[in-house]
């Protein structure tokens, strides 16, 4: 069962990746929603990034024997990287495509670095990560109630969920990443066990309340009901601004299913197989998808003024072959990004060298670098630098 602990992770990954990959077909597409590939897709929406960053805190516990410089040098450096470099080609190609369709003007400098610093870009789950190991990194000497202000610390910024986008993220995400550290014992415990039927009543029981917690709350929202929070400080609140809360309540359900159906998955050889390599490579995939995707359907379709999806008896404008095609650009854009991984002189963009350390010569350091294995520079940090060797005695010291 132990190999088993190894996979489910990666089948986790996976499967995110494809939800992200599909979701973004079907925004792009239109009528794309309405298709019974959307339509399935939904269902993992609690799952796609819930699960992602679950899988990441679970990893992520050896960030508690770092001194601050050690937690830049082995991790956020990897993420900051490929953020910094990936983000302005995306938000340039994206813009470009904006400007061919009257819908805006060349980007200033200023428009640059808000959309990186406020993480308004498909690149955001970088600086997510980025931000949430330094949070993690920070409760490690907090007592358990301190780690949960921290974990809890984005809703005092709720109001700026809008214009900050990164604020919302870290709602509904810092606590299931800082969970997956510090209840990385009993998580793994559950994936081996998940068989066992207390584990599968466990999965039902928490989905279902989600369910009834969705349901209900979109039965509110449809209502049109005013919001009445008898506690003061939410009262100023809006539905969005509760919607996030929401959201964090029914993924924090949801994740006992998502790992029970990753484990299930880990024992079907055929389809583990191919999600396991997928969530092996979701940075490339993650960075170059949404480029393959503007740059093979986007520009194209404002370019010609292409009724994708509209003219109907046209069989070439057809949404279901344009979402067809837009996968297909998806899958040129990830592989053509894994690919540039694989060029020296340019793989640094997507997996930077390690940094030396301190006081260490450059031989000494290129001796210690050179052990690392290429997957420790994965930017997000599932299997960083010794994540196979991660022990929980930085977790199981807190109390």
């Known amino acids: 069962m132990a190999a088993q602990r190894l996979i489910w992770p990666d089948v986790a990954?996976?499967?995110?990746?494809?939800?992200?990959?599909?979701?973004?077909v079907s925004l792009l597409i239109p009528g794309a929603r309405d298709t019974l590939l959307s339509q399935a897709n939904t269902f993992l929406d609690p799952l796609r990034m819930p699960l992602f960053f679950l899988v990441s805190g679970l990893f992520s516990a050896k960030v508690f024997n770092f001194s601050f410089t050690e937690l830049f040098r082995r991790r956020l450096w990897f993420f900051l990287v490929p953020y910094l470099i990936g983000v302005p080609i995306e938000v340039s190609l994206n813009n470009q495509m904006l400007q061919m369709a009257g819908m805006a003007g060349p980007m200033t400098g200023e428009e640059y670095f808000t959309l990186i610093a406020t993480g308004r870009n498909m690149a955001w789950f970088l600086y997510a990560l980025i931000l949430f190991n330094v949070a993690l990194w920070a409760t490690k000497k907090?007592?358990?109630?301190?780690?949960?202000a921290v974990a809890l610390s984005p809703i005092a910024a709720i109001p700026l969920h809008h214009e900050v986008p990164i604020v919302a993220k870290a709602i509904m995400y810092l606590p299931i990443f800082i969970a997956g550290a510090y209840l990385r014992r009993y998580i793994m415990r559950f994936a081996d066990e998940a068989g066992k039927p207390k584990n599968i009543l466990i999965a039902l029981g928490t989905f279902l309340t989600a369910v009834a917690l969705m349901v209900s709350w979109n039965n509110f929202v449809a209502s049109g009901a005013p919001l009445e929070i008898p506690v003061p400080r939410l009262a100023p609140f809006s539905l969005a601004e509760v919607q996030l809360l929401i959201n964090l309540a029914q993924y924090t359900l949801m994740l006992p299913s998502g790992v029970m159906l990753a484990v299930a998955l880990s024992h079907v050889r055929f389809i583990a197989r191919p999600l396991q390599k997928l969530g092996q490579n979701t940075?490339?995939?993650y960075l170059g998808?949404?480029?393959?995707?503007?740059?093979l359907i986007s520009m194209p379709r404002?370019?010609?003024?292409?009724?994708?999806?509209?003219?109907?008896?046209?069989?070439?404008?057809?949404?279901?072959?344009?979402?067809?095609?837009?996968?297909?650009?998806?899958?040129?854009?990830a592989v053509g990004m894994w690919l540039l991984g694989k060029i020296p002189g340019v793989r640094w963009s997507l997996y930077p060298p390690m940094l030396p350390e301190l006081g260490v010569t450059k031989k000494v350091s290129k001796k210690v670098s050179d052990k690392v294995d290429d997957k420790a520079h994965d930017a997000e940090a599932i299997r960083s630098v010794g994540a196979a060797g991660?022990?929980?005695?930085?977790?199981?010291?807190?109390?």
């Open 13 to 24: 990954k996976g499967l995110s990746i494809i939800g992200v990959v599909v979701l973004h």
């Open 142 to 148: 907090l007592p358990w109630w301190g780690t949960v």
């Open 283 to 285: 940075l490339p995939i």
């Open 289 to 295: 998808h949404p480029i393959g995707m503007t740059l």
């Open 302 to 333: 404002e370019a010609y003024d292409l009724p994708i999806g509209i003219d109907e008896a046209n069989p070439w404008m057809s949404k279901y072959l344009w979402i067809a095609l837009a996968l297909l650009a998806a899958c040129i854009g």
């Open 390 to 399: 991660v022990s929980t005695s930085g977790v199981s010291k807190r109390k």
